[in-house]
């Protein structure tokens, strides 16, 4: 599925501290697929923190999210309530993720997993946004 053809297509993402959660409570995250000139970059911005300050790397780190984030759905706070998604506001993550859970899906972005790594969502969510299985006529989805 080149990108090109499908921009808008996502795959959609579950933390492994999520997984054995009753699936109403489990927080999904829509992942955009990248290019390869588009993964470089994003892998060359995780190499280049380990000099930077914490709010310095943090701001890398959320600066390439938003290129690949596209949304989430049932993520909550402390308080229960649903946060909504605000590509602007990618920080407030820091309010709801830890360390581990950022950096997974900050990988899991960059290695382009997605619910079927996770056993949980079934066949491939990721489909042609015409709604077909296949996309244009003689391309296959994969």
Request: glycine fraction near 8%; hydrophobic fraction near 40%.
């Amino acid at each position: 599925m080149p990108v090109a053809f499908h921009p808008d297509a996502v795959r959609k993402y579950v933390l492994k501290t999520d997984r054995k959660l009753p699936r109403e409570r489990r927080a999904v995250f829509s992942l955009r697929y990248m290019t390869r000139r588009a993964k470089t970059a994003y892998l060359a911005a995780a190499d280049s923190l380990g000099g930077l300050t914490a709010e310095q790397a943090s701001a890398v780190v959320y600066e390439q999210l938003g290129k690949v984030l596209a949304g989430w759905e049932n993520l909550r706070g402390g308080d229960g309530q649903e946060i909504g998604f605000d590509a602007a506001n990618l920080v407030a993550l820091d309010d709801v993720l830890t360390d581990s859970e950022l950096w997974e899906l900050y990988w899991a972005a960059a290695h382009e997993l997605d619910a079927d790594d996770s056993d949980f969502f079934g066949s491939r969510p990721s489909t042609p946004p015409d709604g077909s299985a296949t996309g244009p006529a003689g391309s296959a989805a994969v």
